[in-house]
T-cell receptor
Framework: DTAVSQTPKYLVTQMGNDKSIKCEQN?????MYWYKQDSKKFLKIMFS???????INETVPNRFSPKSPDKAHLNLHINSLELGDSAVYFC????????????FGSGTRLTVV | GENVEQHPSTLSVQEGDSAVIKCTYS??????FPWYKQELGKGPQLIID?????GEKKDQRIAVTLNKTAKHFSLHITETQPEDSAVYFC?????????????FGGGTRLMVKP
């Protein structure tokens, strides 16, 4: 059973398109995150949701809009895709009750052409 | 906010040798320090962590040390094997921060040559 699952794993799209990435966790965690990993492998926080409420919203273009329909799901919608959006996007989850870091998904490689 | 620096960015060792990766952090309130291993095409996976009330922790061939005074912590891998080849990330967080957000170091690409 996959703990944190993201779909799709690969996404190739043209500039200007709108796309979504979905994330689901079956760990019973209460906090979910989106991270962006650039070509140099640097991991940068984008958003964090705790029990469906947005608690971290780093400096990210407003073309990126997260949505958490329930605490097991956190989706990322990106409007008007740009070349610079090409990266690997990771979803992660954690529990605030027994804090021990994150469980990451396997990532979504987004390529904008 | 927290700032975590990690060195070296790449590390090449011969199979059987030891590897050491070092990180420094800036926020003295940080008290949880995990290490993640990221294999090619996969997400980072927690391999070991340490809390600030402990100076050292060991799990088989990997160990982590923490020096709170100097604000640095290190990952030690002994008897390296080719399957240890991956990118390793250190991270730090103060407890109780919003969303328990981890700040990551820049990563170390470890290559173990057979």
């Amino acid at each position: 059973d996959t703990a944190v699952s993201q779909t799709p794993k690969y996404l190739v799209t043209q500039m200007g398109n709108d796309k979504s990435i979905k994330c689901e966790q079956n760990l019973g965690h209460d906090t979910m995150y989106w991270y962006k990993q650039d070509s140099k492998k640097f991991l940068k926080i984008m958003f964090s949701y705790n029990n469906k409420e947005l608690i971290i919203n780093e400096t990210v273009p407003n073309r990126f809009s997260p949505k958490s329909p329930d605490k097991a799901h956190l989706n990322l919608h990106i409007n008007s895709l740009e070349l610079g959006d090409s990266a690997v996007y990771f979803c992660a989850s954690s529990t605030s009750s027994t804090w021990r870091g994150y469980t990451f998904g396997s990532g979504t490689r987004l390529t904008v052409v | 906010g927290e700032n975590v620096e990690q060195h070296p960015s790449t590390l090449s060792v011969q199979e059987g040798d030891s590897a050491v990766i070092k990180c420094t952090y800036s926020d003295s309130a940080s008290n949880y320090f995990p290490w993640y291993k990221q294999e090619l095409g996969k997400g980072p996976q927690l391999i070991i962590d340490i809390r600030s009330n402990v100076g050292e922790k060991k799990d088989q061939r990997i160990a982590v040390t923490l020096n709170k005074t100097a604000k640095h912590f290190s990952l030690h891998i002994t008897e390296t094997q080719p399957e240890d080849s991956a990118v390793y990330f250190c991270a730090a967080t103060p407890s109780g921060n919003a969303g328990n957000m981890l700040t990551f170091g820049g990563g170390t690409r470890l290559m173990v040559k057979p």
